[in-house]
C-alpha cells in the first residue's frame, strides 16, 4: 500500500528517484554580426552601427597586401608604405579585378592603369603574378579582410557578416566577394548593394522616398537612386566610373607639381615611377590637409632626395586644387544626369543627398552639389565609414536585412 501524508493522502515513495534537474533556459547567446565595407582604397568593419577601432588606432585600413623579398605578407598601412619601393609586389586596387575573368574589359582597363604582372589563371581567372607566387585578387580581399580581423579582434569563426559591393558588379564579382570574406573565416556571408547600406545607415531613424547616393571613393564614382518608400529598398537607376576618384586627383595635383618643379627648377619628377609614386603620394597626403586649411606644402626634397635643394618645397592652394579637380567633378554630374534620367525624375525630386567616399571632402565639391541638387547633402555620418555602417545594420537584423538583400 502507498504511504499516506499527513493529511491522508498517498504519497509517492521517492528516495530512490534522482530529483529532475531543472532544465532552465540557456541565454540565447546573442548573434555576432558585422558589416564590412572591402573598398578599392581602404575597408572598414562596423558592428551594430559603430566602426570597430583597430590596435594602435584608427578603424579605416588601406585595402593593400604587400609580399616583401623577406618573405611573408603585409597587409594594411604597413604594405601601404611599401607601394613606391616595390610597386610590382605591393597590390592596391585588387578589387577593380576582383571576379574578373582574364579574357575581360575589367582586366585589360587594369593593365592599362597598374604595373602588375597579371596573368592567366589556371581556370581562366585573372592573377597577380608576385615573387610569393600566383595570387588571384580574392586572396588580396581574404588577406585584407583577415588583416582587419586581428587588428579589430574580431574574433574568428562564429560571426556572421554582410560585405558590400557595387551596384555595377554581375554576380560573378559578388560571388567572388563573398568568397573573399568567407575565406577570412566568417561563419556566413550575405551581399547587400553599396548604395543601399548607405541609405539604410542615414535612413536608420526617419523615412523618406528618394534618396539619392553620390560614392566618391579612392577609385571609383557610383551614383544611385534609391527607393525607400518601402522594403526592400531598391536602387531604381545608377551608374559610375570605375576610374574615377581620390587616385585621379592624386595623379592630377602630382602632375601639375612635376610641371612646376620642370619649369621652374629643370627638374623632372615623372619619369621615373617610383619617384613619381612617391610624389602622388605626397600629394594625396597635401590634399586631405587641405580640407583643414588653405594651403599644404610638397617637400620636394622627401619625395626626390636627388632632387637640387633650388625644388625647396611647392605650395599648394585649396583654390588650386578646386580648379584642377573641375573637370572630374564635372564627370561626375554628367553621371548624375544620367542617373536621375534612368529613374525618370529631376533633382528637385530628390528628398535626401547622402555622401559617402572620401573624395566628398574635395575642396569646393559639397557646394556644387548642394547647388545641383539643391539642397544641402547630408554628411553627418563619417563618408568613409557610412557603407559598413549600413552593412552593420543589415548584419544585426537579419529580418530587415532578408528584405534589403537583393542579392541573396
Ligand atoms: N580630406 C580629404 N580630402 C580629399 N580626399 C580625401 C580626404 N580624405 C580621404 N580622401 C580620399 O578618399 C579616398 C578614399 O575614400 P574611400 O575610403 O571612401 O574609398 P574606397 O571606398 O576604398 O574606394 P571605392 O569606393 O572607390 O571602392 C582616397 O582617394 C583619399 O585620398
Ligand atoms: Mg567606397
Redesign the pocket.
Known sequence: MAPENRRGQPTMDLTHVRPNRVRRPMPARKRETVGI?L??????MARNFESLPMQGGGC?MP?VVAYPPSGGTLVGKAARRRRAMDPKNTIVSA?RVIGARWVSSYTSQFREHYPYDLVEGPDGWAVFNTRAGLVCPVEVGATVISGLRELTRCPVGDVHAVVTA?VGFDQQRRDATAWAVSKAKFASVRVIE?PIATALAYLNRSSLKYAFVY????????AAVVDCSRYPFRVIGHGGDPYL???D??RTIALHVADRTLARDGWDLSNDAVTFDRLVLAC?LA?????GSEQAAIAIPSVDPAAPESCGIIPITRDEVQQLTLDLVRRTFAMCDEVLAQASLKARDIEAVFL????T???GLRGYIESYFGKRPRVDLD??EV?SLGASLAAARPAVSELLDPCA
Open positions: 565595407d573598398g578599392t582604397t581602404n575597408t572598414v579605416i585595402s578589387k557595387p553599396e560614392d566618391l571613393g579612392g577609385g571609383t564614382f557610383d576618384g581620390g587616385d586627383v592624386d594625396e590634399k586631405c590637409e587641405l580640407s559617402a567616399g572620401g573624395s571632402r574635395l575642396p563618408p568613409m557603407v
